[in-house]
């Protein structure tokens, strides 16, 4: 049996910038695959690791074998994670991540990236969300994909129209970027002004808040609906007392996060029809909201650290 050779140090940078150059898909894959900014940033350290170890001299297209092994480490994550999520206290939210830097987060298109868009992916299971984000946001072919997935061409193009028809079934017709903004700062103004009449003429009748807290004292276990209640809850004092709002880019959308004492301590984004704001979500999750703050530097991190 020969030992294995070890790798130069030219090959071994000729990985790195491979690497480095396709980390941001790779991010983007398994975000949209976890909802996670963390667990995806677990899989892309993992995908690195299994690139060192892997004899490269083989690998016919580095594209091809990164981008299938961080699907199928994401699909068994998202398998994991859902068992997880069924002892979580109170409705559960994706990790919102910041897009000031990379509005795409490494995708060729947007798709699959806002907020609401992936909390509406939690329904499907690991393979069709993979199937969809591949296709969806990422524009691989149908036989890429039956690669990746182990799957005939025929059963993937079955899985993504499967998935494409649950989705639009959750779907609402949304407002260009500018009306959103106008929503979203005369939402925050009135919620800070007490000005529940305010809020309840931004509201649809068939409002729905979301309170992401994982137990937290004060924070809702359940979705608040109609626009009396919502606009009610939007107005809690302790919330916006001494309170700093401050605009993010998060997912693609303009979104909050507030602060008091120069700490973050909520993150709120919403989503929004010709109608008004028909869906509030707010992430109370301390860790959730250190997951965005960090989510800023991704790109700067090198492999391994």
């Not at 396709?22 to 398994?30: E, S």
């Not at 909802?35 to 170890?53: I, T």
Request: some cysteine; proline content about 6%; glycine content about 4%.
């Amino acid at each position: 049996m020969h030992p294995e050779t070890p790798p130069t140090e030219s090959t071994l940078d000729e990985a790195v910038a491979v690497f480095v150059e396709l980390r941001p898909r790779l991010f983007g894959i398994a975000y949209r695959m976890l909802g996670s900014a963390v667990e995806a940033e677990d899989v892309v350290q993992e995908v690195w690791l299994r690139w060192q170890k892997t004899d490269r001299s083989v690998v016919i297209s580095p594209v091809a074998f990164l981008s299938s092994t961080t699907t199928r480490l994401a699909i068994n994550v998202a398998q994991s994670a859902r068992v997880r999520r069924e002892t979580y206290i109170g409705p559960w939210l994706p990790e919102p991540v910041d897009t000031s830097n990379d509005p795409e987060v490494g995708a060729q298109r947007a798709e699959a990236l806002e907020f609401a868009l992936l909390l509406v992916l939690e329904k499907l299971n690991p393979m069709e969300r993979a199937a969809y984000v591949l296709r969806e946001a990422f524009d691989y072919g149908y036989p890429e994909i039956a690669e990746i997935l182990q799957l005939s061409i025929v059963n993937v193009r079955k899985v993504v129209s499967r998935a494409r028809k649950h989705l639009a079934a959750d779907q609402r017709e949304t407002v260009d970027t500018v009306e959103h903004r106008r929503l979203l700062d005369a939402f925050v103004s009135a919620a800070q002004r007490g000005d529940v009449a305010s809020l309840e003429a931004l509201l649809t009748p068939d409002t729905v808040s979301l309170s992401d807290g994982n137990g937290m004292r004060g924070c809702s276990r359940i979705p608040v609906t109609g626009r009396a209640r919502v606009a009610k809850m939007a107005t809690y004092q302790k919330l916006w007392r001494d309170a700093e709002p401050r605009l993010v880019d998060a997912n693609g959308c303009a979104s909050v996060m507030l602060y008091q004492d120069g700490q973050p301590i909520a993150f709120m984004t919403m989503t929004a029809s010709k109608e008004g704001i028909h869906k509030l979500m707010w992430v109370f999750n301390p860790s959730k909201i250190a997951a965005f703050i960090d989510s800023g530097s991704r790109h700067t991190t090198a492999p391994g650290a």
